[in-house]
């Protein structure tokens, strides 16, 4: 079992930042891909990017491209994504995921609300 709990949501403006952070616990936090997932009101969840177990690649949703970035710390067992240049369509509930590569989920953190006011 791995355990996700996700932090760092909440109100900003847009044009303005946020950083997200996936504390994980449980199984070897490096064996497992990680990737961040949102889920608007009356909308299916959706990718918005993920990386590789080492780092060293990454991949992102064509809608945050530029915008997001994601980046862990093996060492501190822990996924972030920095969003920046909000916009009132990046409100949703984030989800992170561990899975076996990018895009693929074997677990879910909780979630945490972003909202971007206009």
């Known amino acids: 079992q791995v355990q996700l709990v996700e932090s760092g949501g909440g109100l900003v403006q847009a044009g303005g930042s946020l950083r997200l952070s996936c504390a994980t616990s449980?199984?070897?936090?490096?064996?497992?891909?990680m990737g961040w997932f949102r889920q608007a009101p009356g909308k299916n969840r959706e990718f918005v990017g993920g990386?590789?177990?080492?780092?060293?690649?990454?991949d992102y949703a064509d809608s945050v491209k530029g915008r997001f970035t994601i980046s862990r710390d093996n060492a501190k067992n822990t996924v972030y994504l920095q969003m920046n240049s909000l916009k009132p369509e990046d409100t949703a509930v984030y989800y992170c995921?561990?899975?076996?590569?990018?895009?693929?989920?074997?677990?879910w953190g909780q979630g945490t609300q972003v909202t971007v006011s206009s």
């Open positions: 995921a561990a899975g076996p590569r990018i895009g693929t989920v074997g677990y």
């Open positions: 449980g199984r070897t936090f490096s064996n497992y891909a």
């Open positions: 990386i590789s177990r080492s780092g060293a690649t990454s």
